[in-house]
């Protein structure tokens, strides 16, 4: 199927695009989800998986709205997800989507499509103006002119002027209405000028006059540009009905009805049903749809289940390269602002996480107040104390990134999904924002509890490096967090599990349980402690060097019995490793990263393919 992979955005009908489903049929086809059925008792194993779909024939033509009705359960999500590509031809049981009478390109059709999910996935503390102009620069080539003129119409033409400047807000402290919200989810896919948009329930949640508003907007896109709209919709009130142009009234999987409204008048007069006064005709139908059923013509038993790779849809037919509106220089950038507007409007990340560096560093320091010039085994043992407690600290605060991490992952996904942006670009943007933030809140930190404790104070080089090795545990753990975000499905397991490996790794660290004590097969958790490292650099930054060859750091009968070099000897730590650890940390931070990468390209390869 040929598509234009980049569509103009000026005013004016575009190219009319025509969907069509020929017999569909849609089951639980992994193993796993199989085995879940079954084992809820959803399902009879001996009569097979469950079919969501059945064989449904249905069609969407441009300049009309066409909804998707049913009762909950009927397949009415699933065939939209289908249409939109979500769900890849490969995983179809049986039967072929066709635009334009040609078998669909997911990839490409993507690009020239919209699709507004129900759970709206915006950012909360951005305004309405800056949430459609991220995605117009992430999604038109042109540059920031031809990005600021497409939002400033959409605006109008979405009727959100009005509240262009307030932000987004979530829950009980929304900014904007729930009406205006769900006109700026429609927004964020719709500054690409789509020839055709799918949206899932768009009444949900929403009263009768923001969901009437809505509707109006969709049907005057419909008719003044010539878009194909398709959605799903429950129960619409008459007013909303009116504006829909054809039904497709799914029962069990099965499409009992496709065509207009008075078609479905028709049907229910010809079956001996008389319509209530105060009834609409889709909700009537919607109660008496068993007996609209027609039995589907198929024998599931003899449904193609021929291998993807062989079926037409599946094939690759006239393929055209995948082209991103910006080069990855320009996603870094715009991605990189949009992170900073996010963390500085963040009071959690950002007000707290700066008072709570300046306030830790304050405490700490009056109470380790000056014990770096105190002389004896337990002045010695006080202060690596501080070491550790500095690092269980500073590794333990940035877990409360966890919830930010998981919200931009929804988003990154659906982005992503679109072809908006790579995700190594966003992976990148995410890494230089928090550079030099994190180096604000390590300075921060550093600068009072230096020199309130009394740590080494013969060469402002000792600072510097203790304030780089601080940098580097901030950016090591940020990019655990990070990793890990990806990978966990929600905050509650991201929480326990972080939290259970970094518990791990204060444990294998070396400091409370000496090296040559831990199990042979658990001496793999000692090098890969988060908190090995620094703890090494900051007792070698203290007692090392040739300042560590002269400093006496405890006597016996007036006599120095142990020099700082000795210290370091017996802890088995070596100057140079003061380096070689900083490059261990580097490596953490980069392989934490990376591995992020390759779990969020996998989470949205395997969410489009």
Excluded at 454 to 482: E, K, Q
């Amino acid at each position: 199927m040929e598509l234009p992979v980049k569509s103009p955005v000026a005013g004016g009908r575009k190219a009319p695009y025509r969907l069509e489903t020929k017999n569909l049929s849609y089951k639980l086809s992994s193993k796993f989800e199989e085995f879940g059925w079954v084992f809820c008792g959803l399902i009879n194993p001996e009569r097979g998986p469950k079919f969501i779909l059945k064989g449904v024939n249905c069609e969407a033509r441009p300049g009309e709205i066409t909804a998707i009705a049913g009762p909950s359960g009927a397949g009415k999500t699933t065939l939209l997800e289908i249409l939109a590509g979500r769900i890849p031809p490969c995983k179809v049981s049986s039967g072929e989507v066709l635009v334009n009478d040609r078998p669909v390109d997911n990839k490409l059709f993507r690009r020239v499509s919209g699709y507004v999910t129900q759970d709206d996935a915006l950012f909360p503390l951005l305004t309405v103006e800056e949430t459609l102009m991220y995605s117009a620069l992430l999604r038109l080539p042109g540059g920031r002119k031809e990005a600021s003129s497409r939002v400033e119409g959409l605006l109008k033409e979405l009727g959100l002027e009005h509240v262009a400047g307030s932000r987004i807000g979530e829950g009980s402290n929304s900014g904007i209405s729930g009406g205006e919200r769900r006109r700026v989810s429609i927004g964020v896919d719709l500054v690409h000028d789509p020839a055709v948009i799918l949206i899932d329930e768009p009444t949900s949640g929403l009263d009768s006059a923001s969901a009437l508003h809505v509707v109006t907007l969709l049907k005057s896109m419909a008719v003044n540009q010539g878009k194909t709209i398709v959605l799903t919709i429950h129960q619409p009130g008459f007013r909303i009905l009116q504006l829909v142009d054809r039904i497709v009234l799914l029962s069990n999987g099965v499409a009992v009805h496709n065509g207009t409204l008075n078609l479905l008048e028709e049907r229910l007069m010809f079956a001996d049903h008389r319509i209530p006064r105060h009834v609409n005709v889709l909700e009537f139908a919607i109660d008496v749809i068993e007996s609209l059923a027609v039995p589907n013509s198929e024998s599931l038993s003899n449904i193609n289940r021929e291998d993807c790779r062989m079926r037409s849809p599946c094939m690759n037919l006239e393929r055209k390269l995948l082209f991103y509106p910006n080069s990855r220089l320009e996603e870094v950038f715009i991605l990189g602002q949009r992170f900073c507007s996010n963390i500085f409007r963040t009071k959690q990340l950002f007000a707290t996480r700066v008072i709570q560096a300046l306030v830790a560093g304050f405490v700490l320091g009056t109470i380790y107040f000056n014990v770096g010039n105190d002389k004896g085994r337990i002045a010695l043992q006080t202060q690596t104390g501080f070491f550790a407690f500095t690092l269980t600290f500073l590794l333990s605060s940035t877990t409360e990134g966890l919830p930010i991490f998981l919200q931009e992952r929804r988003i990154l996904m659906r982005e992503t999904s679109r072809g908006a942006y790579r995700v190594s670009s966003y992976v990148l943007a995410n890494t230089i924002v928090f550079l030099p933030f994190l180096l604000m809140v390590g300075i921060l930190f550093t600068s009072p509890v230096y020199w309130l404790v009394g740590l080494r104070r013969d060469t402002i080089y000792a600072f510097l490096y203790f304030s780089l090795v601080v940098w580097m545990v901030l950016l090591m753990s940020n990019s655990f967090v990070a990793c890990f975000s990806a990978l966990v499905p929600n905050f509650i397991m991201g929480n326990s599990v972080i939290a259970g490996l970094m518990g791990s790794f204060f444990l294998f660290s070396g400091y409370f349980i000496a090296k040559d004590k831990i199990p042979s097969y658990w001496i793999f958790m000692h090098y890969l402690s988060l908190f090995k490292y620094p703890f090494e650099c900051f007792l070698i930054n203290e007692f090392g060097g040739k300042q560590g060859q002269r400093r006496c750091i405890e006597f016996e009968y007036g006599e120095c019995s142990l020099l700082g070099s000795g210290f370091l000897r017996q802890q088995d730590l070596k100057d140079s490793q003061k380096w070689s650890n900083l490059a261990v940390m580097l490596g953490f931070i980069i392989g934490y990263r990376v591995l992020c990468l390759f779990i969020l390209w996998y989470r949205c390869y395997r969410a489009i393919n």
